[in-house]
C-alpha cells in the first residue's frame, strides 16, 4: 500500500507543478494584461484546485501508513530531512491547500474581471511558492 502510495503522491505531484504553474501564470498575465475572464481562465483556476486537492487526500493517506508513521520512533527536530517529511512538508501543503481554496473561493465573488484575475493572482503564486518551498526535492528527482 505504501510503494502504490507513494508512486501516485511522486509522480502527482509533475502533473501538480504543472497545472499549478500554468494556472498562475495565466492569472498573473490576465490581471496585469487587463483580459477579460472567460470560460478557459474559470476551467483553469477549478483544475488546479481539484488537482492539489487529490494530491492532498494522497498525501494524507501517505503520511497515515505505517512506513512512514514509523519515522517518529527516535526521531529528533535536528534531523532536518526527517523533520521534512513528518512536519514541513505537510504541514506547507495544507497551507498551500488552503490559499489555493481562499482564491478560488474570493474570485468566485469578484464581479469585474479584473478582480477575479487579482485574487487568483495573489493567492494562487503564495500558494505555488509555498508548495516550492518545501518538496521534497533532493529524494523526489
Ligand atoms: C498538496 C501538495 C503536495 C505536493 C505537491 C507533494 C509532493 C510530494 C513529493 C514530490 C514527494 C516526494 C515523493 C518521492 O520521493 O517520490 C512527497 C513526499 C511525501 N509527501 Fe507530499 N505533497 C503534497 C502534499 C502532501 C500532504 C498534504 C501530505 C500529508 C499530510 C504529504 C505527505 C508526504 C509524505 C509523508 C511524503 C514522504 C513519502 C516517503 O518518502 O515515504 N504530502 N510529496
Given at each position: 500500500m505504501y510503494s502504490i502510495l507513494k508512486s501516485a503522491h511522486s509522480g502527482w505531484a509533475y502533473l501538480l507543478l504543472l497545472i499549478l504553474a500554468i494556472a498562475t501564470i495565466n492569472a498573473i498575465i490576465g490581471y496585469f494584461g487587463k483580459k477579460e475572464f472567460g470560460n478557459k481562465d474559470f476551467s483553469l483556476a477549478l483544475v488546479g484546485l481539484i488537482v492539489t486537492h487529490i494530491q492532498l487526500l494522497i498525501g494524507l493517506a501517505l503520511y497515515f501508513t505505517p512506513e512512514n508513521l514509523g519515522?517518529?520512533?527516535?526521531?529528533?527536530?535536528?534531523?532536518s530531512p526527517i523533520r521534512l517529511l513528518l512536519i514541513e512538508h505537510p504541514l506547507m501543503m495544507i497551507i498551500a491547500v488552503a490559499l489555493l481554496t481562499i482564491g478560488y473561493s474570493k474570485h468566485k465573488k469578484k464581479i469585474v474581471s479584473n478582480g477575479k484575475f487579482k485574487m487568483l493572482a495573489i493567492f494562487y503564486t503564495l500558494a505555488f511558492l509555498v508548495v516550492l518551498s518545501r518538496l521534497p526535492w533532493s529524494q523526489w528527482l
Open positions: 519515522r517518529w520512533e527516535g526521531f529528533e527536530m535536528s534531523n
